[in-house]
């Protein structure tokens, strides 16, 4: 199979979709591999070094989109790319469809197979492909955090740590799934005051088991969402409903009772965020301000540290992208109903259904299409 990898073109987007080291992986599979020049420059990986793996390096994202079989990227494609889309064309991405109505309008008329990294399962019943970047997202977001509470960045001037004779600051985190778990690692590194708030109770004594009595846990209801949040400095959502747009759980009206200079980090904006106020931002722009609350919502919070997170990447989604270009996606997905739960929209149908749900669309299950149902 012909594998495309452009190179990436969202707003301060450094990730790429195959490393040297995946191409070369590809192509002892008997796969070529086109990959656009300077592709992989935001992890350090020269054309040079894909050459040297195997790859040919294509001068135009248009002449992949053209000719590969299956286009490989990280995050959903943007206008222009969907436009090149092809039918029958295979793209391995995320994609987080719900909250996007007009990318999904398009990749439904293009009529590719586009099988979306967030929805692929596994037998132990997590999201193996979203895992790796949601614990990047969810260490970064303290960091994040940390910054926007510095008093020239706008924030309340509070240090997460505290120091000898004076409190830490709070951090709440809602959610204790992969975000909320290394949001927490990192906050109590820090010397954070933190607690999550969580409706699982076997989650909440495994996050106690792990952190011990350091770590406050909260069963989450709304009146508790809203106390814990107005006594906090930082808030993290990290919420999410596999496949659907997050739930609101932070409504517009609980702003005005939350400390002024505080801070909002979604890490659930990819699904539509977990705040009503909630917008993506980017890294170059990354926060705004309601009602006195610092907002930071960057939708590609992995992207700033690329190196890392492409690894981290690669190492859960080419074993899957091997068994697509060798098998075929019919067969791949026939043989694998955790792949199969990440095909998202084929041949002009939308084959999730969270997402057929969310926007309106008739649902057509995967099994369908494949033949066997």
Known sequence: ????????????????????????????????LWVETNAGAGIGASDADYAQAGAKIISSASEIFAKADM???????????????REGQILYTYLHLAPDPAQTKELVASGAICIAYETVTSA?????????????AGRMSVQSGAHCLEKAQGGRGVLLGGVPGVAPGKVVI??????????AIIALGMGADVTVLEKNTDRMEELVGRFGTSLKTIYSTQGAVEEECASADLVIGGVLIPGAAAPKLVTKTMLKDWKPGSVLVDVAIDQGGCAETSKATTHADPTYVVDGVIHY??????????????????????????????????????????LRNGLNVASGKVTYKAVADDLGYAYVPAEQLLGSA
Do not use: F
């Open 174 to 183: 809602l959610g204790g799934g992969v975000v909320g778990t290394n949001a």
């Open 1 to 32: 199979m012909l594998i495309g990898v452009p190179k990436e073109i969202k707003n301060h987007e450094y990730r790429v979709g195959m490393t040297p080291t995946s191409v070369r992986e590809a192509g002892r599979h008997g796969h070529q």
């Open 124 to 136: 132990r019943g997590g999201l193996p492909l979203l895992a790796p970047m949601s614990q990047v």
């Open 297 to 338: 919502c960057v939708a590609n919070m992995p992207g700033g540290v690329a190196r890392t997170s492409t690894y981290a990447l690669n190492n859960v989604t080419l074993p899957y992208a091997l068994a697509i270009a060798g098998k075929g996606w019919k067969k791949a997905l026939s043989d694998d109903a955790h």
């Open 71 to 85: 286009i490989i990227k990280v995050k959903e494609p943007q206008a222009g790319e969907r436009k090149m889309l």
